[in-house]
């Protein structure tokens, strides 16, 4: 097991690892580069961090995912690039998130993300915050650090809160469905008294290994440790790495609004990294401003000085932080007043390098670098100026600059690069990207085929007697042909076709004779969880029902059946929800396998108060059992009838991509088709129906499921 106590280093009074002698001036401005000379501050194999965005960038009012240092994704109404309620100091622009409740449960208003960020080992991320006091309402999300397949990914550690407390919430995925909550959350309270001024949010974690006792996360606020775990199990499953942060983002049940701010946000998978205090001990530093290393070496450190909140001629002092947590020695400095940018970008990080594999000839190879801040880059077979050379990178203007060049087996390429900012300094001297292609190697990678219509899901329901079937095949030597049994498919890499799929044949409804509850015995086959069940004569004029009354979180009548593996089973019950304020008070949850407190693999919502709505999902059962649970939720009591468990036999589609190699890859769905569903027309309330990803709401028509 390994040792994370040495996590609470970083904020005591350290050993010192390194030990800051000088620097190459001791006065300087914001945007200069300098240099920390000294010992003991250990490797960085690449200074930069993996995303650096203050803001400066772009243009009042734009979208924060259109200009700037950072290509971000958002969800709503984009935040934007904004001059209000600024820090002082050197920073003149932030980002601001515009949160507007509008009674509607888990609304995503204002909020940026970054995926695919190779955080699954140590994770360190740092950004200034202005939260405001909160809207009346229920629930708030500001950020979190998560997995990003998909948007919210789990595992996922953000922070909520309503007015009166705060906490960060660790929640697991579910197995290695990384799309849906799992059981295990855990909360860390937090003080609520930090809003409506500027705070510097720091998480220092390890995730450690998956399924071991070896992880640690702690968050700070301002250098305060608000809590987390040591020698702690944080991943769960290899398929749902940490690779994306969110800020923003979340606003639920309201029908105010809420503005945040953001700035200097600074994202690594390393601890290391140069901070410049407000104090000469860095345990009593109460102002932290990150910089951004261009070079590592355990003799010295090269940076871009960000001044950030500290004014010009303010006193400061230097610190430089180990991979693991140590500190150095505070070295002081004096900002010197901003100058005139003479300073062109420094380059890093140009790939790629060595020998490359061919797997086809020509092959596309990405050539790319990086710079120290926002510039357009030029790249060109001769060593030639900026202005001269004759190619810009297709991907530039940011931090991050890429091209894809078609390169042929067995040759040998050399490309020169420069940059220029938006000061217009260019670069005198040329970075040079230098490779070599191997022979053509053989093909031995399927195609990936991908179904994406009618659903993207595994099983698709409907009425209809024909279906529309299509999706993507992709391989980097070429699709050859699609098929699919028995189906004329059109097209390679985007093909389709229209299926007729036979009505699907029911078994015995394994939840007979103890799902109609037409007895009070039936009541008894269940077991109750947290909750109290009793049998009920009639209900809302359905006669035999069972009633779940919620004693506490997961309340719950559940029962366990033993299933065909890999079997198709419809489950369905009808619910009534007692009129509240969230109406989501009855939920139908099945679990591969055992009960456990959480959301269960699928889960249906009645989302109508005082009404019998039909809950049906559909559900491929991984193992040999499924567990069925009656759910009451948000301490309130709901009403069961007419469980059934039924397997069903589907038609399945399985379409197979061959690429130029013959090599095979496929992807297969499962069509079931029933009668034409029609709406009762007594007390029975509507029909509707889910597919199989938890939460998500359909209604079954002649058209198939559409989601709601």
Request: aromatic content about 10%; glycine content about 10%.
């Amino acid at each position: 097991m390994r040792l994370i106590s040495i996590l609470l280093l970083i904020f005591a009074s350290p050993a010192f690892a390194g030990t800051i002698t000088g620097v190459s001036d001791s006065t300087p401005s914001h945007g200069q580069s300098i240099t920390i000379s000294g010992s003991g501050f250990g490797s960085k194999s690449t200074a930069a961090p993996l995303l650096w965005d203050d803001f400066e960038s772009g243009s009042v009012g734009a979208s924060v995912a259109t200009s700037g240092k950072v290509a971000w994704s958002t969800d709503g109404t984009a935040p934007v690039f904004s001059t209000d309620n600024n820090r002082t100091g050197a920073s003149t622009k932030n980002a601001k998130a515009v949160l507007a409740g509008s009674g509607v449960d888990g609304n995503y208003h204002d909020c940026f993300s970054k995926s695919n960020l190779d955080l699954n080992g140590k994770a360190y991320v740092g950004f200034w915050a202005y939260f405001n006091s909160y809207a009346p309402g229920n629930q708030i999300k500001h950020w979190r650090i998560n997995n990003g397949g998909g948007g919210v990914g789990y595992p996922s550690y953000l922070y909520s809160r309503t007015d009166g407390w705060g906490r960060y919430q660790y929640t697991y995925p579910s197995g290695s469905d990384c799309g849906t909550a799992g059981s295990g959350s855990w909360y860390d309270s937090v003080s609520d008294n930090i809003f409506g001024q500027w705070i510097f949010i720091e998480l220092v974690a390890d995730f450690g290994t998956v399924g071991g006792s070896d992880g640690s996360i702690h968050i700070f606020v301002n250098g305060v440790d608000q809590g987390g775990k040591d020698n702690y199990t944080l991943l769960t499953s290899a398929s749902c790495p940490m690779n994306a942060v969110r800020f923003g983002e979340y606003i639920q049940d309201s029908t105010g609004t809420l503005t945040n701010y953001f700035d200097d946000i600074y994202v690594d998978n390393t601890w290391a990294r140069v901070i410049i205090g407000n104090a000469s001990s860095f345990s009593s530093c109460t102002q932290r401003e990150l910089q951004r290393a261009s070079a590592w070496a355990d003799g010295s450190v090269s940076i871009t000085v960000n001044r950030g909140g500290f004014s010009e001629s303010a006193s400061a002092y230097l610190y430089v932080v180990e991979d693991d947590g140590t500190v150095s020695n505070g070295y002081p400095i004096t900002f010197g007043e901003g100058g005139e940018d003479t300073t062109p970008p420094t380059i890093s990080d140009p790939s790629p390098s060595g020998t490359l594999e061919c797997p086809a000839d020509p092959s596309a190879v990405t050539i790319s670098i990086n710079t120290n801040e926002s510039a357009t880059c030029k790249y060109d077979t001769s060593d030639v100026a900026y202005d001269s050379m004759a190619n810009t990178f297709s991907t530039t203007g940011r931090v991050s600059h890429s091209q894809s060049i078609s390169s042929a087996c067995s040759g040998s390429y050399t490309f020169y690069t420069r940059c220029s900012d938006s000061a217009g300094n260019k670069n005198a001297s040329s970075t040079t990207i230098s490779y070599t292609m191997g022979a053509e190697s053989a093909d031995t990678t399927d195609p990936v085929v991908t179904i994406s219509a009618p659903t993207a899901d595994e099983i698709y329901a409907t009425t209809s007697s024909t279906v529309d079937i299509s999706g993507t095949a992709s391989d980097a030597g070429g699709i050859a042909s699609v098929t699919c049994p028995g189906e004329s498919v059109s097209g390679t890499e985007s093909w389709s076709f229209t299926a007729t799929p036979a009505l699907s044949v029911y078994g015995t409804d394994l939840s007979s004779p103890y799902g109609d509850f037409d007895e009070s015995a039936d009541v008894s086959q269940w077991t109750a969880n947290a909750a109290t069940l009793s049998h009920q004569t009639t209900y809302g004029g359905r006669s035999g029902v069972i009633q779940v009354a919620d004693n506490g979180t997961w309340s719950a009548a559940y029962r366990t059946f033993t299933v065909d593996q890999d079997g198709y089973y419809r489950v369905s019950a009808y619910a009534y929800a007692e009129d509240n304020p969230d109406t989501l008070n009855a939920i139908l949850r099945i679990f591969q396998g055992a009960y456990a407190d959480s959301w269960g693999d699928v889960y249906v919502l009645n989302d109508v108060a005082d009404e019998w709505v039909q809950l049906i999902a559909y559900v491929r059962a991984t193992g040999t059992s499924l567990t069925v649970a009656l759910h009451s939720d948000e301490a309130y009591t709901a009403w069961f009838d007419d469980v059934k468990v039924e397997e069903v036999t589907p038609t399945i589609y399985t379409v197979t991509a061959e690429d130029n190699a013959a090599n095979t890859g496929s992807d297969s769905i499962a069509v079931i088709r029933n009668d034409p569903v029609e709406a009762p027309t007594t007390s029975g309330g509507r029909a509707t129906a889910v597919i199989t990803t938890g939460g998500m709401r359909a209604v079954e028509s002649a058209g198939g499921m559409t989601i709601k």
